[in-house]
Nanobody
Framework: QVQLVESGGGLAQTGGSLRLSCVASGDTLRSYGMGWFRQAPGKEREFVAGIKGTGTITNYKDSVKGRFFISRDNAKNTVFLQMNSLKPNDTAVYYC????????????????WGQGTQVTVSS
């Protein structure tokens, strides 16, 4: 079983950048498809970005393509989400997730979740 801890959230201005990190413990991340989800107030949790456990295949929600970039450092057991050109509607709690299917880059049903980190983008 893997435990996930996110960090890097905070307050940013429109057009700014933030980098989220997700450190895993209890297992090696290369065994999992990894991803980031977000949940805004009053809305359902939604997929943002995913990356396969092996290789560099990624997948993104359409509205973040070209602005957000997911990467992983398996040696450090860490997944990152670089968020650029932030917009107020990116405001949400961002969650790191792991899927037992290491070939998954869209994580239809994650098996493990982090506790979340708040991202707030001011206009």
């Amino acid at each position: 079983q893997v435990q996930l801890v996110e960090s890097g959230g905070g307050l940013a201005q429109t057009g700014g950048s933030l980098r989220l990190s997700c450190v895993a413990s209890g297992d090696t991340l290369r065994s999992y498809g990894m991803g980031w989800f977000r949940q805004a107030p009053g809305k359902e949790r939604e997929f943002v970005a995913g990356i396969k456990g092996t290789g560099t295949i990624t997948n993104y929600k359409d509205s973040v393509k070209g602005r957000f970039f997911i990467s992983r450092d398996n040696a450090k057991n860490t997944v990152f989400l670089q968020m650029n050109s932030l917009k107020p509607n990116d405001t949400a709690v961002y969650y790191c997730a792991a899927d037992n299917n290491k070939l998954s880059a869209n994580l239809p049903s994650p098996d493990f979740w982090g506790q979340g980190t708040q991202v707030t983008v001011s206009s």
